[in-house]
């Protein structure tokens, strides 16, 4: 038998399916290549990491941009761009050539994030301010929850001033009074059946103006 | 002002941190979705069924028809037969068949089925493929060496390269009966893939591309992957190519049976080099005659083993692409 091993052991030792020789650099060593989106979509696919570098440098001043205009905070917004980027690259076959260009794909992407977020907020806030009301001993929010609630409220709140007036009062009373929805029906003198459906439209428009804000930024 | 200048400029260390935070996710190199894994006996008996079921499908008048190296499709399955067969005799230690030719040790079986009806020729290789297998589920250990027409390698490599040859002659038949190419499953392509990207570096010495050279290979689609394979010799490359292309149309190149021109390739550097190193690809003819021949080039003595001749050849580490990861 022989002593010395046989190379032809190594290219089936590993386990089948994940190749050997690969490295992790993140800067590209190759120029870019370019191409069309549906290629690039068939490199991120491939594990092609210089590929991944491509639309980093094409398209992340785009997406930081429009997270950083419908969030209004720099930390929040490098964080939603994170999250679409490594999105992106873990599971690439999301994204469809087919169905539009990937800087679309990716700022809308960046966008359902940003909203998610102030949603996610703004129920924090509504909640915090219930429970502020019921439990007067809980501890003051820190400054950085004070700086994400606040600035998160300002972009809803603008967005909030251009429902019309029914819309915008029931909206109020539910998210920054932090009134249930029977509660904000009776203060608004209206069944809880409208208040809910009202709730319903202004909650669809603002997410439409919210999502303006963010294609215009892009 | 257009809308980029009135964008932000990305915060210092963004780029940096998000793309290490993609590549802790999922490494870079590693398909998405990845193949389904599989042993190289798994792709080898995959592999047969394929080849058997194109087999069904043939037409009388097909299996007279003119596949490979003057034998008709009756003839190379008839080699394939005799492959297989010295492949029997190879897992049972049989040393005559260690130095044994590739085509001149099965010519005997590719002759012997003219005047056969093709359903005994078909099923003589189903028998012997299946009887391959058995064997090779006796032995247990795929990763013992086997010696077999000049080459001496793992058997699961062996199995592996027998998969690769199956599916090119499957494919030299379908394309003298007219009938579509096929590929194979993601996990056997990935298995391809990998051995193929694996051995570039042999053939582009072979093919005099000696210059230190990092190629950045991308195969995309099912079975793919990413590679930087450092060629040639010398301190760090001072060129860098890089070759893009599908899995499949690179598998058809290392089988030459495709050529660089007839691939989508997309390709940026060092435009001649890559041009040889394609070249090399299509030389590798991942089959067992052709690794036969590339073992020539970088034989060794045959050691300690008083049963076979000093003439065996071995492929050697020396010449594969560092481990990187």
């Known amino acids: 038998m022989l002593a010395t091993r046989s190379v032809v052991d190594d290219l089936v030792s590993d386990r089948p399916g994940i190749g050997s020789c690969r490295v992790a650099e993140t800067r590209a060593s190759v120029h870019d290549m370019g191409g069309t989106d549906a290629l690039l979509a068939a490199r991120l696919a491939a594990g092609d990491h210089l590929a991944l570098a491509e639309v980093f440098d094409r398209l992340a001043p785009a997406v930081y941009s429009g997270a950083l205009r419908v969030l209004g905070h720099d930390a929040t917004a490098q964080d939603v761009v994170q999250d679409v980027f490594v999105e992106l690259w873990s599971h690439p076959g999301r994204y469809d050539p087919d169905a539009g260009p990937l800087r679309t ?60 007036e029914s819309q915008r009062r029931i909206v109020e009373l539910a998210y920054f009074k932090g009134l249930t929805c029977r509660e904000a029906a009776q203060a608004a003198g209206i069944p809880e059946g409208t208040a809910k459906s009202r709730l319903r439209l202004a909650l669809a428009k603002l997410e439409t103006v919210l999502d303006r804000q963010l294609l215009e930024s892009s | 002002m257009t809308a980029a200048e009135q964008r932000p400029a990305l915060p210092d260390g963004l780029r940096d941190r998000i793309l290490a935070a993609s590549l802790r996710a999922r490494a870079a190199g590693r398909p998405e979705p990845p193949a389904p894994e599989i042993t190289a006996e798994e792709a080898f008996s995959r592999a047969a069924d394929a080849f058997y079921g194109m087999l069904g499908v043939l037409q009388t008048q097909d299996w007279g028809r003119q596949a490979l190296r003057g034998l008709d499709v009756q003839g190379l399955v008839g080699h394939l037969t005799g492959v297989e067969e010295d492949v029997h005799r190879c897992l049972a230690g049989d040393p005559q068949v260690a130095l044994a030719s590739h085509v001149g040790s099965t010519q005997a079986a590719a002759d ?20 391959t297998l058995d064997l090779v589920h006796a032995a247990g250990d795929t990763g013992a060496e086997v010696a077999v027409h000049g080459i001496r390698l793992p058997l699961r490599m062996l199995l592996m390269v027998r998969a690769f040859e199956l599916w090119i002659h499957e494919n030299d038949i379908r394309q003298a009966a007219g009938l579509p190419p096929s590929v194979p499953d993601p996990s056997t392509l990935s298995l391809m893939t990998q051995a193929a990207a694996r051995l570039l570096p042999h053939a582009a010495a072979r093919g005099g591309l000696r210059e230190p050279t990092s190629v950045h290979l991308v195969l995309t689609g099912p079975g793919g992957g990413t590679w930087d394979i450092p060629i040639g010799h010398g301190s760090p490359a001072a060129a860098s190519v890089g070759i893009v292309t599908d899995a499949v149309g690179f598998c058809w190149l290392v089988a030459n049976r495709a050529t660089p021109d007839r691939l989508d390739l997309h390709i940026t550097g060092d435009s001649d080099r890559a041009a040889m190193v394609l070249a090399a690809a299509s030389s590798l003819a991942l089959d067992l005659s052709n690794l036969r021949c590339q073992a020539a080039m970088i034989a060794r003595p045959f050691r300690g083993s008083e049963d076979t001749q000093q003439t065996a050849l071995v492929l050697t580490p020396d010449l594969i692409p560092t481990r990187n990861s």
């Open chain 1, 105 to 164: 794909y990716l700022t809308m992407q960046a966008r359902h994030r940003a909203v998610d977020l102030i949603r996610s907020e703004l129920r924090r806030v509504a909640r915090q301010e219930r429970s502020s009301r019921l439990e007067p001993g809980q501890p003051d929010p820190s400054p950085y929850e004070q700086v994400m609630a606040s600035e998160a409220a300002a972009a809803v709140r603008a967005a909030v001033q251009k429902l019309p």
């Open chain 2, 112 to 131: 012997r089925q003219a005047g056969r009806p093709p359903a005994q020729t078909r099923a003589e290789w189903r028998r012997a493929a299946d009887r």
